[in-house]
């Protein structure tokens, strides 16, 4: 069964960059897609993108497009995640997930789902 | 439309059945998924596609849909399965990921 681990928790100035990476323990990236999402302290989750290693083609969130940067490593199973920009609001937990998109036939709707997730990396950005 | 819109919180009795909803119109294409999420853990998936749970997760849990509403069952709810619970699904589009702002589950 596949997991998937990230990396430590990270302080961070404002205007800095950060680059969190997600690495699929006991198994492979295969064809599944792997998505970002963060969650502010006390808020809701926030898809910040996705990448299918094996496609290598990143797709943002609208919100984030000028400042977030995912890329995989096939090679070592292993993908990213870099924010730039940071400021205090970009404060949170982020997380990696394995996902994968769906089409259901006999009832002709899509559907999507991330059954894997990292343990979550904490960022910090203060001053 | 690209949003998913959530009850903030729902109350249950022990051992009662509730329902958490999530209303948006990218429900109409796509089936809401459901994850549940303690204080502390990463999400967990509950069920997606139509009504599917992965392994190991109970089958108190159930998924439906009308319209451009989806529903998530619990029956006779536990005390573990106080939570936050969030639904999920594409755009009408296909192309965003949305999640609802999440309900918190209190089991009285």
């Known amino acids: 069964q596949v997991q998937l681990v990230q990396s430590g928790a990270e302080v961070k100035k404002p205007g800095s960059s950060v680059k969190v990476s997600c690495k699929a323990s006991?198994?492979?990236?295969?064809?599944?897609?792997i998505s970002w999402v963060r969650q502010a302290p006390g808020q809701g989750l926030e898809f910040l993108g996705r990448?299918?290693?094996?496609?290598?083609?990143?797709f943002y969130a609208q919100k984030f497009q000028d400042r977030v940067t995912i890329t995989a490593d096939k090679s070592t199973g292993t993908a990213y995640m870099e924010l730039t920009l940071l400021t205090s609001e970009d404060t949170a937990v982020y997380y990696c997930?394995?996902?994968?998109?769906?089409?259901?036939?006999?009832?002709?709707?899509?559907?999507?789902?991330?059954?894997?997730w990292g343990q979550g990396t904490t960022v910090i950005v203060s001053s | 439309s690209s949003e998913l819109t959530q009850d903030p919180a729902v109350s249950v009795a022990l051992g009662q059945t509730v329902t958490i909803t999530c209303q948006g119109d990218?429900?109409?294409?796509?089936?809401a998924t459901w994850y549940q999420q303690k204080p502390g853990q990463a999400p967990l998936l509950i069920i997606f596609?139509?009504?599917n749970r992965p392994p190991g997760i109970s089958d108190r849990f159930s998924g439906s849909v009308s319209g451009n509403t989806a529903s998530l069952t619990i029956t006779g709810a536990q005390a573990e399965d106080e939570a936050d619970f969030y639904c999920?699904?594409?755009?009408?589009?296909?192309?965003?990921?949305?999640f609802g702002g999440g309900t918190k589950l209190t089991v009285l």
């Open positions: 990218s429900l109409r294409t796509f089936y």
């Open positions: 596609d139509k009504n």
């Open positions: 999920s699904s594409r755009d009408s589009r296909g192309e965003h990921v949305l």
């Open positions: 006991g198994g492979t990236f295969s064809s599944y897609g």
């Open positions: 997930a394995r996902d994968q998109d769906g089409y259901n036939q006999e009832a002709q709707q899509y559907f999507y789902y991330m059954d894997v």
């Open positions: 990448i299918i290693p094996i496609l290598g083609k990143p």
